[in-house]
Structure formats: structure tokens, C-alpha cells
């Protein structure tokens, strides 16, 4: 919701509107994470900014208009994985005990997170079969 509050509007909206069950998972800031909670949304916007959290839908009755029921509504990561994962006690307390790991595994979750959103950029391009256009 702190990256988009139209995306979150209409995924909710989708998701009541689907004949069936639907699911919506979402990124909910807690004060075990560390952060000040007056920013909670800030701090959502960042998990987007950095490619952790990739805003997406997935909208089965679109297979049914012969589109790809994947989409993706966040743009490129725009700043480094650390840029929101250090604001959040709970990553910071591993530089503060080992730093050097700290930085690989900041190091390994940039990458992680630009293989995921690419990954998905690949299969909201993807066309459907055309069996699966007729469902």
C-alpha cells in the first residue's frame, strides 16, 4: 500500500471480484522489524523501490480474454536492496556481528531480488497457449 495505493485498490478489487477463492499477500511493516512505525508505509515503498517486493496480480479471468493472467505493476528496482533492508533492525544486527557476511548476503539478495523481478517480467510477456485462451 505505501508504493501504491491504486495497486493495492485493484488487487483487492480483483480479488473480490474472482468467482473463487482469491489470495492476497501483502507486506505489513511490524515494530519487531526495528523501524519507526510513523514510517511504515515509507518503508514499503522502499521494499518495492529495491525489488524485494514486486507489486504483481495474477488474474486467472484474464487467460479467458487470451492475456496473460500475470501482471506486473512495479516498475525496475530503482535503489539497492540495502537502501530498505538497513533501516530495519532486524538486518542491521548481522553487520553489527559480522559484517563481512552481512555484505555477502546483502550482496546475494541484490541479485536474488533483479533475477526474481526479470523472472517475472519474463512470464507476464509470455503468450498463452492458444488451448488456454479458449478456458
Known sequence: MGSSDQQTLKTLLEADAYDGPSLV??????????????????????????G??????????????GK???????????IPVKEYAYNE????????????????LMNEAEDDAKRRVEMYKQMAAMQLPASDQNK
Open 25 to 50: 499477500i501483502a507486506y505489513s511493516h511490524c515494530i519487531a522489524h526495528g523501524i519507526d512505525m510513523r514510517k511504515g508505509l515509507d518503508q514499503q515503498k522502499l521494499a518495492v523501490n529495491s
Open 52 to 65: 524485494i517486493w514486486p507489486l504483481y496480480r495474477y488474474n486467472p479471468n484474464l487467460a479467458k480474454e
Open 89 to 104: 533492525t532486524r538486518y542491521r544486527m548481522l553487520v553489527q556481528s559480522d559484517e563481512n557476511r552481512a555484505e555477502l
Open 68 to 78: 496473460n493472467p500475470l501482471v506486473i505493476d512495479s516498475k525496475d528496482p530503482s
